[in-house]
T-cell receptor
Framework: GAGVSQSPSNKVTEKGKDVELRCDPI?????LYWYRQRLGQGLEFLIY????????KSGLPSDRFSAERTGESVSTLTIQRTQQEDSAVYLC?????????????FGPGTRLTVT | GENVEQHPSTLSVQEGDSAVIKCTYS??????FPWYKQELGKRPQLIID?????GEKKDQRIAVTLNKTAKHFSLHITETQPEDSAVYFC?????????????FGQGTELSVKP
C-alpha cells in the first residue's frame, strides 16, 4: 500500500514568512510524529499525535511552531515568521497504534530553506 | 526526560569486516530500542528493533544486544558490504506515559570501503 507522503518536497521561503508543511500518514495508522533533521544531525522530536488523546507538543522549539491533525489522517506543521535556523528537513512518521512504541514509517521529508 | 548518546559519529571499515555502533540511554523505563538506516537523501528505515524483555536479536548479518542494567544497546553488522554504507540511528522509547515517542541518537555515518 501507499507509504507516508509529504508535501512539498522542497520549500524555499524568505525570512519572516509563514510556511505550512503537509503529511499524509499510512491509512489506518493512529499515531503520527513530526521530526526536524538539520544537516548532518540526528532526528529531533517535535510533536506526537496519538489517536484521540491530546498531542505531545513537548518538542516544539518555540511558539512559532504549531501542528494540527484531522482525525487519523492528514497533519500540517506550520512555522510562523520563519528564521534561518528553521532551515532543515522536516520528517513525518506514522505508526499503527498509539500508546505503545513500535516501528515508525517515515515520509520522504520536506526540505525547508529560509533565505 | 530521555537522552540517547550514540558512538562513534563516524566509522570506516573494510568490506567483509564487522561494524559495531553503541548507544546509551538515560531512562530505565524505556522498553523499546529500534535502529534505523538512512541512505543519503532518503528516508530513515527500520532495520532491527528489540524490546526490553530480551537481551539479543539477530536478523541475518545484523544483530542488536541490550544491557538493561548498564542502559546500553549495540548494533552489530557482520560481513559488511558497500551497500551497508549509510547513517545509522539508534532510538529509545520515552516513558510509558509518553506512548510511542522515540528519542534518537545523533547518528553514525558508516562507510564500507571495497
Amino acid at each position: 500500500g501507499a507509504g507516508v507522503s509529504q508535501s512539498p518536497s522542497n520549500k524555499v521561503t524568505e525570512k519572516g514568512k509563514d510556511v505550512e508543511l503537509r503529511c499524509d500518514p499510512i491509512s489506518g495508522h493512529t499515531a503520527l510524529y513530526w521530526y526536524r533533521q538539520r544537516l548532518g544531525q540526528g532526528l529531533e522530536f517535535l510533536i506526537y499525535f496519538q489517536g484521540n488523546s491530546a498531542p505531545d507538543k513537548s518538542g516544539l522549539p518555540s511558539d512559532r511552531f504549531s501542528a494540527e491533525r484531522t482525525g487519523e489522517s492528514v497533519s500540517t506543521l506550520t512555522i510562523q515568521r520563519t528564521q534561518q535556523e528553521d532551515s532543515a528537513v522536516y520528517l513525518c512518521a506514522s505508526s499503527r497504534v498509539s500508546g505503545r512504541a513500535e516501528e515508525q514509517y517515515f515520509g520522504p521529508g520536506t526540505r525547508l530553506t529560509v533565505t | 526526560g530521555e537522552n540517547v548518546e550514540q558512538h562513534p559519529s563516524t566509522l570506516s571499515v573494510q568490506e567483509g569486516d564487522s561494524a559495531v555502533i553503541k548507544c546509551t540511554y538515560s531512562d530505565s523505563a524505556s522498553n523499546y530500542f529500534p535502529w534505523y538506516k538512512q541512505e543519503l537523501g532518503k528516508r530513515p528505515q527500520l532495520i532491527i528493533d528489540i524490546r526490553s524483555n530480551v537481551g539479543e536479536k539477530k536478523d541475518q548479518r545484523i544483530a542488536v544486544t541490550l544491557n538493561k542494567t548498564a542502559k546500553h544497546f549495540s548494533l552489530h553488522i557482520t560481513e559488511t558490504q558497500p551497500e551497508d554504507s549509510a547513517v545509522y540511528f539508534c532510538a529509545a522509547s520515552g516513558p510509558r506515559n509518553q506512548g510511542g515517542k522515540l528519542i534518537f541518537g545523533q547518528g553514525t555515518e558508516l562507510s564500507v570501503k571495497p
